[in-house]
């Protein structure tokens, strides 16, 4: 379960503590409900764990064969030959060398033999269809001479890097000992693991090409005109047939970067015996386009389930299972009457979703019925009014975030927390009333420092800011992601993103201290006798001391409303037609919804009269934006702002900054020179300027181009005790210091 900020404050136990304890109290509820398993999660965890420790201890090599988890199959490795339990997991009495291989042996989920062998490493703890093609990887690159050779770990990386080219399917490397060194099966049920579920995807297709291909080979022209002939070709046999199409994957990814069923046959090497030659390819088929057309169904229909995130893990490995089953019982059936043009292959989906597919499946969880069914999982968290922000050089050659530019919807989601790398989705009306549908929320693609699409180069941030209108805390959120290839487009890939970590900062209300650049300002009065003022406008102007107002009612009246000495206090002042100033208020301040309500007394027609004022703004691009802290213009007397450097000892030294007046940009602070505590260097030209994209916060640099300690921009705001503090790195070798730029009062 997600908890929602704005809700949890409102809750009777919190609404009333202080925020820091509401926020401790939050985090605390938060990471209990992420990383405790519910009681029947936990037993299945466990159930799962008391079946990976065969009897005989735990010294030497565990493993596990994964397909489903692989029950009664025959391990062999340089240190011996053992067999697997019933969840797969085998042991060997110490870490084997080199390739591992599994044969024979029964799928425990869709109850089938398995066919062929599969080979993995003592680097990782599974054996699988996935360690299996990054073996026959590896070995394709050593046939190439134009390819470097490649390691086992090198392969297994270039598997999962490469997993949206070759497959359709992202499987993200953050996860690969999820998929290596765990039955990744058993995590998508026992754990909730999303990425677990793109491993099964991955898995099946993997196994749906190497055995329904190596089922065809026997059937292919060549086969037919050999078997007449009273030869057989030794790599089509039911032994070696799925070794043979396995290595025919590992070439054609090697040689083009991608898997396409319709030609992996071209990558087949045999020998023929009509011709007493080594071959590869040119084998052909009565019907040679039965084969890549039924492949083609199978892997579209395996990478629309691994993308279904929005549905729990039980349905999703349910279909998927049930796809494997279908695959290696229907479909292996009709294959050879396909290719032989003699009949055709059923409706993958069709066949799957049959009663008599899904029943044949084993119990995938414990205590629960296999979901044949679409089931949501749980509610999916939230992101409205996203902002798009990710890395891009300017033409310096330095990177920073921009905000990018496409069309974005107002919202979008995902289900489960950052850890499981969930993957961002949309939603759209379902067919019925009430109903929503999600899919993955795919974006244009960008090349170099192009801003209307997504780079696959760098990570992006969606950036969110919501203000709760009871307390006025203002939430900013930072949700990570990891672009991938989504799906292929006309012209260029359709990028997804899967999430990768949640940033939340919070921030009290400010009080406001000044007028802003721009904006708009509402001004209106009453008065207790039932007088309104007129409709009155309001002109932003600069005074000595900072901005202030020029009031206009349209009775021809006059107003001016200008800074005080005191920090975020103002004036009312009157200006009559003959430019006489009279003073109406003084003391009044914005409060932190960026309004200013005071009051006065005249004299009306019935004696004293009270007037009530309430002058309102709202930022340029509409509602109601903050007016954020200032420098103060260098004519306020009686101010002025220290620098600070402290070292890590305490050490510190200290300097008067001079305020430099700029309305365009915002007032800004400069200091020649600043000694460094402890040290004969100095830090230069130093600058405290308003952030021009973080309204609220001011840039800090230092130091010129061949300065021993220097500081890049770095930005941070004013705290309410008027402080702008950061710890900054410094030197060759780097040491840590903090900068502090105070403002003070001197008097009142």
Do not use: C
């Not at 050659?397 to 069309?407: A, S």
């Not at 969606?462 to 990570?480: A, K, L, P, S």
């Not at 220097?710 to 903090?738: A, D």
């Amino acid at each position: 379960m997600i908890l929602d900020w704005r809700k949890f404050i409102l809750r009777n136990d919190i609404k009333n503590l202080p925020l820091e304890e509401q926020r401790r109290r939050f985090l605390k509820e938060q990471l209990y409900n992420d990383n405790l398993l519910s009681e029947q999660k936990q037993k299945q965890y466990e159930f799962y764990m008391s079946q990976m420790q065969p009897k005989g201890g735990a010294s030497g090599f565990l493993g596990q064969g994964v397909d489903g988890p692989i029950a009664g199959a025959t391990v062999t490795s340089n240190v011996g030959t053992t067999t697997t339990n019933a969840v797969g997991v085998f042991k060997f009495p110490k870490k084997p060398s080199g390739p591992i291989t599994l044969t024979g042996g029964t799928d425990a989920i869709t109850g089938l033999p398995f066919e062929g062998e599969l080979i993995g490493y003592s680097e990782y703890k599974t054996i699988s269809p996935i360690t299996t093609f990054a073996h026959y990887l590896k070995e394709a690159s050593t046939e190439d001479p134009k390819t470097p050779t490649l390691t086992i770990d090198e392969a297994v990386t270039k598997t999962f890097v490469s997993s949206s080219d070759y497959f359709g399917i992202d499987l993200p490397i953050e996860n690969k000992d999820v998929i290596l060194q765990k039955d990744y099966v058993g995590e998508s049920i026992a754990n909730n693991n999303k990425v677990g579920i793109s491993a099964q995807a991955i898995t099946t297709q993997i196994e749906s090409i190497t055995e329904t291909v190596g089922v065809a080979l026997e059937g292919s022209v060549i086969a037919i005109k050999s078997r007449d002939k009273g030869d057989a070709i030794p790599q089509f046999s039911v032994r070696n047939r799925k070794r043979t199409v396995y290595a025919a994957l590992g070439r054609q990814v090697i040689e083009q970067g991608q898997i396409t069923p319709d030609t992996i046959t071209r990558d087949v090497v045999f020998y023929n015996p009509l011709n007493k030659r080594v071959e590869k390819g040119g084998i052909e088929f009565e019907n040679n386009t039965a084969l890549g057309t039924q492949l083609s169904a199978t892997i579209n229909e395996l990478t629309e389930l691994s993308k279904q995130e929005q549905y729990t893990n039980n349905y999703l490995t349910t279909r998927i299972q049930a796809v494997n089953r279908a695959q290696k019982t229907t479909i292996k059936e009709e294959t050879r009457a396909a290719v032989e043009n003699r009949g055709s292959f059923s409706n993958i989906n069709t066949v799957s979703t049959s009663r008599e597919v899904e029943d044949a499946l084993k119990q995938i969880e414990k205590d629960k019925a296999n979901e044949t069914t679409p089931v949501l999982d749980g509610t999916p968290v939230t992101i409205e009014r996203p902002q798009f922000w990710q890395l891009r050089k300017n033409k310096s050659g330095k990177e920073d975030y921009v905000q990018l530019e496409f069309t974005a919807d107002k919202a979008y989601y995902y289900f489960g927390t950052a850890k499981d790398l969930p993957i961002l989705m949309r939603a759209t009306p379902g067919k019925e009333p009430g109903v929503v549908d999600y899919s993955v929320a795919e974006f244009p693609y960008a090349v170099g420092s192009e801003i209307t699409g997504i780079s696959l180069d760098s990570p992006l941030q969606i950036r969110t800011e919501t203000t709760d209108e009871e307390t006025g805390i203002t939430t900013n959120t930072v949700n990570t992601f990891r672009p991938f290839v989504s799906s292929k487009g006309e012209e260029s890939p359709n990028i997804g993103l899967r999430l990768s970590s949640v940033s939340v900062t919070q921030e009290k209300p400010k009080p406001v201290t000044h007028i802003a650049d721009s904006g708009t300002y509402t001004p209106s009065f009453v008065t207790n006798e039932g007088g309104v003022s007129g409709k009155m406008t309001a002109e932003i102007i600069e005074t000595p001391g900072g901005n202030g107002l020029s009031i206009t009612d349209s009775l021809s009246l006059n107003y001016q409303l200008l800074p005080a000495k005191t920090q975020g206090e103002f004036r009312l002042d009157q200006i009559g037609k003959d430019k006489v100033t009279t003073q109406l208020a003084t003391g009044i301040k914005f409060d932190s919804n960026n309004v200013a309500t005071f009051s006065y007394t005249i004299k009306g027609l019935k004696g004293d009269a009270i007037v009530t004022w309430t002058i309102s703004y709202a930022a340029s691009g509409g509602g109601g934006g903050v007016a954020v802290d200032h420098i103060v213009s260098p004519y306020v007397t009686g101010v002025k702002y220290t620098f600070t450097i402290t070292d890590s000892k305490g050490a510190n030294t200290t300097a008067d900054m001079t305020i430099t007046s700029d309305l365009k940009a915002g007032n800004k602070l400069t200091l020649t020179q600043a000694n460094i505590p402890n040290n004969l260097n100095v830090l230069n030209n130093i600058q405290l300027q308003a952030d021009q994209l973080k309204i609220g916060n001011f840039s800090l640099t230092a130091g010129n181009e061949n300065d021993a300690f220097k500081i890049g921009e770095t930005s941070n705001s004013f705290n309410e005790s008027n402080i702008w503090e950061k710890s900054v790195v410094m030197g060759n070798p780097g040491v840590q210091y903090t900068i502090t730029i105070s403002y003070i009062t001197l008097r009142k």
